[in-house]
């Protein structure tokens, strides 16, 4: 996979070219000091992985992630926990805060070369129908039948979403408005731009998060008043 680095600390970039090194499946094709410089580079030359940090002088790492192609991913690198859900809403790969350790740079970067495999395989997998409580979904050239009871959450990722059951992944070639316009609402409920949970599985939330087994996913700010005025204000024990 080819990649680049975004960031404008020297210091910063210096570590994740050390990181990338270290990883055989990525190849670096260059390092930015700006947002601007980076994108007129990748209109010549595209790449597969930007490690992109948040707060940099003119174009934000936030602004230049909602311009770039939708088959370019995107690792943000930042300083700051406070983006976490605004990265989320750009379907980011990951979001690592600084200083960043080996093990979880390459926990990303795994995550980052599944998802890339997924976007250039030809096969279309699918969801091939709905019934009463649960679904077929087509993956890897099988059938599998889901029951609804199954699936904890689902990410959606550009044109693909992952589904989250109790012992296995399935991913499949759809993106999350459409397979959350097929599963019953009173089971499934769209907390943000990349996130479908089944709330029979919440476990906790605040008014940022919900906790569904050791998955804290991010609520965003478009879904927050529907998820609580829907889901959480009809189910409150009243004092």
């Known amino acids: 996979m080819n990649c680049i680095i975004i960031d404008d600390e020297p210091l910063a970039r210096e570590g994740v070219q050390l990181l ?4 055989p499946e990525l190849r670096l094709t260059g390092s930015f000091n700006n947002a601007a410089s980076a994108l007129r580079f990748l209109q010549q ?25 939708g088959k370019t991913l ?7 926990t406070a983006y976490a859900i605004d990265s989320y809403e750009l379907s980011a790969i990951d979001y690592l ?11 990303a970067v795994q995550k980052a070369i599944a998802y890339h495999g997924l976007l250039h395989r ?3 997998d699918t969801i091939t129908s709905v019934a009463a409580d649960y679904m077929f979904v087509k993956s890897e050239r099988k059938y599998y039948k889901v029951f609804f009871r199954e699936v ?9 979403v992952v589904l989250y059951l109790e012992n296995r992944k399935l991913i499949t070639a759809m993106n999350i408005k459409t397979i959350h316009e097929q599963l019953p609402p ?21 008014n940022n998060s919900i906790r569904i087994r050791e998955h ?12 609580f005025d829907e889901f959480v204000k009809t189910r409150l024990i009243d004092r």
Do not use: C, W
């Not at 904890?152 to 044109?159: A, N, P, R, V």
């Not at 009173?186 to 605040?206: D, G, M």
């Open 186 to 206: 009173q089971i499934f409920v769209r907390i943000s731009k990349s996130y479908l949970i089944n709330v029979e599985h919440i476990a906790s939330f605040s």
């Open 20 to 23: 990338v090194a270290g990883i």
């Open 152 to 160: 904890l959450f689902i990410e959606g990722l550009k044109d693909y």
């Open 97 to 107: 805060v600084k200083p960043i350790h080996h093990d979880r740079f390459l926990k």
């Open 45 to 69: 030359h595209p790449a597969d992985l930007v490690f992109l940090d948040i707060e940099m002088p003119g174009m934000s790492g936030l602004e230049l992630a909602a311009v770039l192609s």
């Open 122 to 124: 030809p096969e279309n």
């Open 74 to 80: 995107v690792i943000f690198i930042t300083a700051h």
């Open 216 to 227: 804290e996913i991010p609520i965003g700010d478009a879904y927050r008043a529907f998820f």
